[in-house]
């Protein structure tokens, strides 16, 4: 059975001169996209498969250089999708 998928949004403050490679570093982690943000903030969402892959995940966004401080919003998890494709009958 595949696993559970977790997402979480998250507020990463970050000094005003390196905001640039903080942006670089973020976006090659695995599971982390960037959605916006300002010169101080960027709004990330991190997904993987358990509530702990996403807390590693924003321990080590904390720990960057540059990060103030790495802050979750909000969590989301969901089964995988049990049901089969729908069958497509054409006439």
């Known amino acids: 059975m595949p696993e559970r998928w977790h997402v979480s949004s998250a507020v990463v403050s970050v000094r005003d001169t390196q905001r640039d490679a903080v942006a670089d570093s973020l976006m090659s982690l695995e599971g982390v996209e960037i959605h916006g943000g300002d010169a101080t903030r960027l709004i990330i969402t991190i997904e993987g498969g358990s509530t702990g892959q996403l807390g590693d995940r924003l321990t080590e966004i904390n720990l960057m250089p540059g990060v103030l401080v790495a802050n979750m919003v909000f969590e989301h998890a969901e089964d995988p999708d049990e049901t089969e ?7």
């Open 85 to 91: 494709e729908p069958i497509c009958h054409s006439t």
